[in-house]
């Protein structure tokens, strides 16, 4: 257990300076100069002079290498500069608004896993029809684009009835129509996987020796066939939460919901590196990190996992 957490987390280190080293490259790519960025941009009619002063004092004009370990020195210690736009420092404007963005992720993984198990548990293995009306419904909820079922469900929930608030805000009623525009396309993939495993453990010798003791059907699909076909799902949960942060930018947007999104969205228009950079940067922080815990799960969930190899 020691080794295989050793091989993850130095697996999660590399690839963390694979994205800062990409992201710094990247970086260098973007047209302009960073110093009239920082002046603010074509419209301050900063001289050359004044240009130079700042790409001086901020170390752009530095060689490529030495700017690039400077990067790495920041990076590590999360030292992301000041925010060109906001004249902030970027650790503590992500900070403030980070939260929401959170939130929203965990809230929307948690009502994609309910919409999910909730179709496998009802539908799978219980006759012809009510599997291909489970399948066909993940299929359906797996293809709808996110922008498109926010503002469907805006439109519905928020103009027409009224149920929820029409801008996202922080209030938890602002929160549940941005988790099902996120949660709705998930928990179709997530279904898929897991009744494709669910349907097939049903017929497994575990589940037949469960039935031959006495166990009711409940039992055998709740603790026994469940167990076996979340595997999957648990593997797709690592992916669907880079996804979700990912997918906050739009959802933020189109619910007018502050969060990490908004200010990506922002930055990029007003062509805030830092912020930019920094963003980026912690989405694949938490992406890799989700992984790891992913990978560790499946040594709790399968006990299989645990035993030693035999030789």
């Known amino acids: ?167 996202g805000g922080t209030s938890l009623s602002g929160l549940v129509l941005p988790a099902l525009a996120l949660a709705l396309p998930l928990a179709g993939f997530l279904g898929q996987v897991t009744r494709d495993e669910f349907a097939a453990g049903l017929d497994q010798p575990f589940a037949v020796s469960a039935r031959m003791r006495g166990t009711s059907e409940l039992e055998v699909r709740w603790r026994h066939v469940l167990r076996h076909a979340v595997l999957p799902g648990i593997t797709l949960s690592g992916w669907a939460i880079g996804a979700l942060l990912g997918g906050s930018v739009i959802v933020e947007v189109v619910f007018a919901r502050p969060g990490i999104g908004q200010l990506l969205v922002s930055s990029v228009g007003s062509q805030d590196l830092p912020v930019v950079v920094a963003i980026t940067l912690i989405v694949a922080f938490v992406y890799v990190v989700a992984n790891l815990v992913v990978d560790l799960l499946y040594v709790v969930v399968d006990p299989r996992l645990r035993a030693p190899a035999e030789v």
């Not at 280190?13 to 973007?30: D, K």
């Not at 790409?55 to 020195?73: A, E, I």
């Not at 992500?94 to 179709?119: K, M, V």
């Not at 009510?130 to 926010?150: C, D, H, I, K």
């Open 1 to 167: 257990m020691t080794a295989r957490v050793a091989r993850r987390v130095a697996a999660a280190v590399g690839v963390l300076l694979a994205a800062a080293t990409l992201t710094f490259l990247l970086q260098q790519l973007v047209p302009g100069d960073p110093g009239l960025a920082i002046l603010g941009g074509p419209g301050a009619h900063a001289s050359p002079a004044e240009v130079a002063a700042v790409d001086h004092q901020y170390g752009f004009d530095q060689p490529l290498l030495s700017q690039y370990v400077t990067f790495l020195g920041h990076v590590a210690t999360l030292n992301f500069g000041e925010s060109y736009a906001l004249k902030q420092n970027v650790t503590t404007v992500i900070g403030q608004r980070i939260g929401p963005t959170l939130a929203l992720t965990a809230t929307a993984l948690a009502l994609a896993w309910l919409i999910a198990l909730a179709l496998t548990l009802t539908t799978a293995g219980r006759g012809r029809a009510r599997s291909a009306f489970g399948s066909g419904l993940e299929v359906l909820l797996a293809g709808l684009p996110q922008y498109f079922l926010g503002i469907v469900l805006l439109v519905v929930f928020a103009f027409q009835l009224g149920w929820f608030p029409v801008t």
